[in-house]
């Protein structure tokens, strides 16, 4: 079955720092993958998605992911953190091979953005 | 994008009553939808695909008779906990897919259901 491993329950960084929030992704063939922000007390909503047109993603809020498949990595990056971004961070992938389409997430990250 | 709504929100019953929690999709329709639990700082776990015109189909170790699941029509499914106990309090998500074929799915807002 696919999974996902993010590396890192909570990660902390200061406001403008770079934010770096891992995921490694276990799949013979490559799958979709997803970056889904959850505040507290809500739903998901999708950051952005990699379905095999571009390694290089980008999302909403500044955010982009590489897909590196040779790492089997969907590492999520932001170049300068904002406080608004500090929330909870999943991980997910959809299963292309059984065509399954209900995702697997991550264990998720939280990220701390201090003043 | 699509846009999938949870209700209620908040909800707190008594142990021992039954509480139904309504997910639609207000701007498309969905065939399929699925309800996910989260425990407080967890991750989400897949209880059940709902489908409609069909049993829902639950994923191993999910009570069926304890979560009802209906798909009564293409824009809503309902999950009924019924007989609740306070280890069924939980935050409940529903989702549905998009109309593209990569596999995203669009989430309710959740709905968090308290025993006492």
């Known amino acids: 079955a696919q999974s996902v491993t993010q590396l890192g329950s909570h990660v902390s960084v200061s406001e403008g720092a770079l934010v770096l929030l891992r995921c490694n992704y276990s799949s013979s063939v490559p799958p979709y993958l997803f970056w889904y922000v959850q505040y507290p007390n809500q739903g998901l909503q999708l950051l952005l998605k990699y379905t095999s047109a571009a390694t290089l993603v980008k999302g909403i809020n500044g955010f982009e992911a590489e897909f590196k498949k040779s790492e089997t990595s969907f590492h999520l990056t932001k170049p300068s953190a904002h406080m608004s971004d500090a929330a909870e961070y999943f991980c997910?992938?959809?299963?292309?091979?059984?065509?399954?389409?209900?995702?697997?997430f991550g264990s998720g990250t939280r990220l701390q953005v201090q003043p | 994008g699509a846009v999938v709504s949870q209700h209620p929100s908040w909800v707190i019953c008594k142990s021992g009553t039954s509480v139904k929690i309504e997910c639609r999709s207000l701007d498309f329709q969905a065939t399929t939808m699925f309800w996910y639990r989260q425990f407080p700082k967890q991750s989400l776990m897949l209880m059940a695909t709902s489908n409609e015109g069909s049993k829902a189909t639950y994923e191993q170790g999910v009570e069926k008779d304890k979560f009802l699941i209906n798909h009564a029509s293409l824009t809503l499914s309902t999950l009924t906990v019924t007989s609740a106990h306070p280890e069924d309090s939980s935050f409940y998500i529903c989702?549905?897919?998009?109309?593209?074929?990569?596999?995203?799915?669009?989430f309710g807002e959740g709905s968090r259901l308290t025993v006492l």
């Open positions: 997910a992938v959809s299963d292309r091979r059984t065509g399954r389409r209900a995702l697997t």
């Open positions: 989702s549905a897919p998009g109309g593209s074929n990569t596999g995203e799915l669009f």
